[in-house]
């Protein structure tokens, strides 16, 4: 399951302070909630109190800021063996084991006619 990306949710940089945090929060809890605006979801809410909680607490944000760097961690590895296979791909294609094997040999018996 993705990660939710609670900066974008807040509307706020990766390196906010919490009094960022907090009026980011404020705003969008004003323009979002449904007391106040009848025609807003009650989902953009939530997302939004949910991102508050883990980003106002400097031990849950810590937690979230390890868990984002791994999953780009991640999403960055996987690109790459992804790369790593797609060019693979496109190269000549390998002897088969079969054939290094009675290349082999065959060299083999050469050597042992030549001496």
């Avoid at 390196?15 to 004003?30: C, F, G, M, P, V």
Wanted: no cysteine.
């Amino acid at each position: 399951m993705a990660l939710p990306d609670y900066y974008s949710i807040l509307e706020v940089p990766s390196t906010a302070r919490l009094e960022d945090i907090k009026q980011s929060y404020r705003r969008l809890a004003r323009l979002y909630h449904p007391d106040i605006n009848r025609d807003a979801e009650d989902r953009y809410i939530k997302q939004i109190n949910e991102a508050y909680a883990v980003l106002s607490d400097p031990t849950r944000r810590m937690t979230y800021d390890i868990q984002r760097l791994e999953a780009m961690k991640r999403d960055v590895l996987l690109n790459f063996i992804l790369q790593q296979r797609e060019q693979a791909r496109h190269k000549q294609p390998r002897m088969t084991w079969k054939e290094g094997a009675m290349g082999f040999v065959r060299e083999l018996k050469k050597n042992m006619k030549d001496d």
